[in-house]
């Protein structure tokens, strides 16, 4: 029988990728779905709020919540509680600690809990990873530099508390580091550029300390022209370069390799293995990196941004 999924928050992201990664997955039938403006999917349940589909009657084995981060872990406790799988949106929560709470009541209850990173379904995350892990990294950067009026129009939660402003896209940069090095990342230093009116960074520089080396990371969401989304890594044999957010590879020097993305079928792949398995996937190192970053920042206030 097909996993009953239910999606909570039917934003750009939900529509763009998780809908139509669901349609394509034989595991998955759409159940139902949170749409607060009332629109939701044809001929599908719909709820206005998460409290509402707690009433709907459906039958629901799973959760996708992609909702902005900071009432994911109440929803997320919520759905535990009901006996229902969740994956989680990232970042999985606002703070590292609250995803360690949720993470430790997850594996008290015997529940599946899936905190996705989806950059690191991109397509050449795993060649890059086996390529490095005989190698010495001697230096290299992270560079993720994209349009929030792109990307996200109008979405003011990205600025308040919780919505982690440029790191929003930066994560995913961070996600696709912490899974292809071999040893842990460290935040050395950090320069945050604050809009007026805003509680999160428009742009970031950052200092990584990698086995006694440093990377440079460029964190941007005032890119309008040229967004780029790589990662540089010299080594004692040769540099790898990730770029186009995973999708291109050069390895020593040679000629990129591209494929088309699919990192949400990924995804949503990986989420029906645990759900068989009846596992837990829950790494936290992306957000624990942007949390020290936002400890020991340095603040620069710069203009109000209009998204």
């Given at each position: 029988m097909a996993i009953r999924i239910a999606v909570v928050g039917l934003g750009k992201i939900a529509r763009d990728q998780h809908l139509p990664a669901i349609a394509a997955n034989p595991a998955f039938e759409l159940a139902a779905t949170v749409d607060r403006g009332g629109a939701g999917v044809p001929g599908v349940p719909n709820a206005i709020s998460f409290n509402a589909l707690t009433e709907l009657p459906v039958a629901i084995d799973a959760i996708a919540l992609c909702t902005p981060p900071q009432p994911r872990v109440a929803m997320a406790r919520a759905a535990i509680a009901r006996g229902w799988a969740v994956m989680l949106e990232k970042p999985p929560a606002v703070t590292p600690g609250a995803f360690a709470a949720l993470a430790a009541e997850a594996a008290a209850a015997d529940a599946v809990l899936f905190a996705t990173?989806?950059?690191?379904?991109?397509?050449?995350?795993?060649?890059?990873?086996?390529?490095?892990?005989?190698?010495?990294v001697?230096?290299?950067?992270?560079?993720w530099r994209e349009s929030a009026r792109k990307w996200h129009p109008g979405q003011a939660w990205l600025w308040q508390p919780g919505g982690l402003g440029a790191f929003d896209p930066g994560i995913n940069g961070l996600s696709i580091l912490t899974a292809i090095l071999p040893h842990p990342l460290t935040v050395e230093s950090a320069r945050f550029e604050v809009p007026e009116g805003a509680a999160t960074p428009i742009a970031a520089k950052l200092t990584l300390g990698y086995q006694g080396i440093a990377?440079?990371?460029?964190?941007?969401f005032r890119?309008?022209?040229?967004?780029?989304?790589?990662?540089?890594?010299?080594?004692?044999?040769?540099?790898?370069h990730l770029a186009e957010g995973g999708a291109a590879l050069s390895l020593g020097g040679g000629a990129f390799e591209r494929a088309a993305p699919a990192e949400y079928p990924g995804l949503y792949a990986r989420f029906a293995e645990l759900i068989g398995g009846h596992r837990c996937d829950a790494d936290d190192a992306p957000l624990r990196l942007v949390a020290d970053a936002f400890l020991i920042a340095e603040p620069v206030p710069v203009a109000a941004f209009a998204p």
């Open positions: 990173w989806h950059s690191r379904f991109a397509p050449f995350v795993g060649r890059a990873r086996d390529w490095l892990r005989d190698r010495q001697t230096g290299g950067r992270i560079r990377l440079a990371g460029d964190f941007d890119e309008e022209s040229g967004e780029t989304w790589e990662i540089v890594l010299n080594t004692d044999r040769g540099t790898l």
